[in-house]
């Protein structure tokens, strides 16, 4: 499949090992662009964001004349660190300024790992010239990059998209590492993404916003949120084609484009969760707007009587609808319409059960039932009125494996 | 223990098994006061109340000439079963007042067991004569009852309180049985409080608002809120003394042992959390106002992450922290500091160990924070700020029976 991979034109990748994490297992990665990008980003909104995320945000609210570079460690998430890690982190984005030939403030930083604890940076400085010797701008660098910002990430997680615009054919590719899925200490979802578009810094903004809402904010392993979380998108521009400004058709393409990519990555961590045994997507619908909506999904894909109700194979439906009660969202009990099957990738076709009619449970098969709940993709829809609100969630179950990992001390 | 069990004048209990449950294991209760109550009840928030509970907020709204009784079976929820459950919920009711020969309207209703399916009833009508002839005014009725309103409880919750008011001794004596712990199906926090104090109508009720979000309100097992949950405080004035009306002196006297009760009855219910092995309480204090620290509290009280890490005995302040920083509430990162110790009931004395301060990890003996954060009970004290704000909340591990518990299959 990796033949397939059709990587943005002038974006460059590394990824090496300098030390931080132990047994020489790749912990530092670069992404390059020699041309300047302009950038999309989102952060965390925990009040204990990490260095790397407050270094960034101040970069970007500078308005930086271009973006080069990014710099990404895991095994230290360089958080509750106070001035010392702000320090690290501009360090580390200094390192590959200098390196590169770069102007200053022209790359971003991001870490995943370890809280509380200082950054080597000493070994990160050291391995500068190791890394950029490793750029390359094929797929065995892309994965490298991809491979070395892993914490508790059983496989690198990637995705690529491809469209024409006009006469020109824009590459989108991105890269994640796990989300929600804490290791002791080893937070955080990151995801970089990058493409040959060209975009105004408007549109690269709401352009990741927008995919990010429909895709990273929609999923839920265990419903904490990191100190680190962060999306980047880098758009250098050398596809040629039109300039994408926001709200205009080519936007709209891009948009809809960089949304499925965000979405494949997004699905991608879901499955890859701590102990997931299964994965499931809960569709919300009928309610008055989509944020009443994505309440309900919200409660039910993090409540969790409802997961490990999905790992134990039962058909609980009352789990569900208790969750949406006490979700906060308005609307009439009376009206729940209750459907579950399999999930859309489910390798057996199985044809939705009706289990709730009216807000009252309808006499159904209770070995099709639990058939369904068996599957490792399970698809859940209520429908809770006649609204136009809808959201979907993906989540996965909470299982043993779940408790031992987080539960495991962490040296 | 049992030999300083103060009951209440006035009021008599039973507990027998009628067969909703399997095995002829106890499953109804009734608590009866010959001479009328005056009541306050708080009750579940979820939009799926069951339909005891919208029977006996119906009931309370008309405000009732007096109640004199309360009837619990536990095994099915009566939830989720529409008009049919409306009807059974007022069948049970005035099974009893029939029975007893009570006016209408002067019984409440309570349930607890598996959601969406029908009570059977029959049984509890033609179990009502061998019911009211178990009622005894001695502690082996109080069991009795405390027992048959039992599901996954592994053994009874109750407490009682006494104090002087003027001349007069006042009693208050209360049983609770388990919450969160939702049991495939089976919901809910149930309390019953009976006292020979003389309240008004509105003095009951706040009095047992104000009791409820100090205790009840303050615990989390799994953070999933029933369709059943139930607080009643029945006062039947037998004890003579003043006339206890809202806003006076005797009023504030009354409500510290309501308080100290409910609280009592809320620990336990934390105690024997489905597959707890830890106590844990959770102080927060020094923000801009009650609100926003129990926020804190609560999302620390119900991160998974935080749970599985006590667990394990693992020392994880950064997942306290991030917590903290994802609630939402409003404060200074740098003003953190957090100490933790073996809980106010722990067999050995700890002194409390400092691991974070103005919002940075403290060099601090790993061991040492290991060995608190062993113990059966712990005490997590997070300063954020020089606030007024202060809010305690009650919570237990997650661990690998809670995950088995809840993910068995429901038959």
């Known amino acids: ?233 880098l758009a250098n521009g050398l596809a040629g084609g039109p300039l994408i400004t926001s709200h205009t058709p080519e936007f709209g393409a891009f948009l809809a484009a960089l949304t499925q990519l965000s979405t494949k990555l997004a699905q991608a961590i879901v499955r890859d969760g701590e102990g997931a045994t299964k994965f499931v997507t809960v569709q919300i619908s009928g309610l008055a707007d989509d944020q009443a909506a994505h309440q309900v999904a919200n409660a039910i894909a993090t409540s969790p009587l409802v997961k490990t109700a999905i790992y134990g194979g039962d058909a609980n439906w009352g789990r569900i609808l208790a969750a949406a009660g006490y979700s906060g969202a308005p609307f009439e009990p009376e009206s729940a319409e209750l459907w579950i099957t399999g999930g859309p990738n489910s390798t057996s076709f199985l044809p939705r059960l009706h289990l709730v009619s009216q807000g009252m449970p309808l006499e159904y098969d209770e070995d099709q039932a639990a058939h369904r709940f068996a599957q490792p993709e399970l698809l859940i829809e209520l429908q809770l009125g006649a609204g136009p609100g809808r959201a979907t969630m993906w989540t996965c179950d909470l299982s043993h494996e779940y408790v031992t990992i987080n539960g495991e001390y962490r040296t």
Chains 1, 2 share one sequence.
């Not at 020699?34 to 970069?59: H, I, M, S």
């Not at 400085?125 to 094929?138: F, I």
């Open 1 to 233: 499949m990796f033949d397939h991979l059709h990587l943005p034109r002038g974006f460059s990748f590394a990824g090496i090992s300098c030390g931080i994490k132990a047994q020489g297992r790749p912990d530092l990665a670069l992404i390059f662009s020699e041309t300047p990008t302009t950038v999309g980003a989102v952060f965390t909104k925990n009040r204990y964001a990490a260095a790397p995320v407050q270094y960034d945000r101040a970069l970007l609210a500078a308005k930086p004349d271009g973006v080069h570079a990014v710099i990404i460690n895991s095994g230290n998430a360089n958080a509750v660190t106070g001035s010392v890690g702000l320090t690290n982190a501009r360090l580390m984005a200094e390192a590959v300024e200098r390196m590169l030939g770069l102007t200053p403030q022209s790359t971003l930083v991001m870490s995943t790992g370890v809280i509380g604890v200082q950054l080597p940076i000493a070994r990160i400085q050291e391995a500068m010239p190791t890394l950029v010797q490793a750029l390359r701008a094929d797929k065995d660098g892309f994965f490298a990059a991809a491979q070395a910002m892993m914490t508790t990430d059983t496989h690198p997680k990637w995705a690529t998209e491809q469209i024409r615009l006009q006469d020109a054919t824009i590459h989108i590719a991105g890269m994640s590492k796990g989300a929600g899925m804490i290791h002791p200490n080893m937070a955080t979802m990151l995801s970089v993404i990058v493409t040959d578009a060209q975009l105004t810094p408007e549109a690269a903004q709401l352009a990741m916003q927008r995919a990010a809402d429909a895709s990273f904010n929609r999923i839920s392993v265990d419903g904490d949120t990191s100190t680190n979380d962060t999306a980047a998108l």
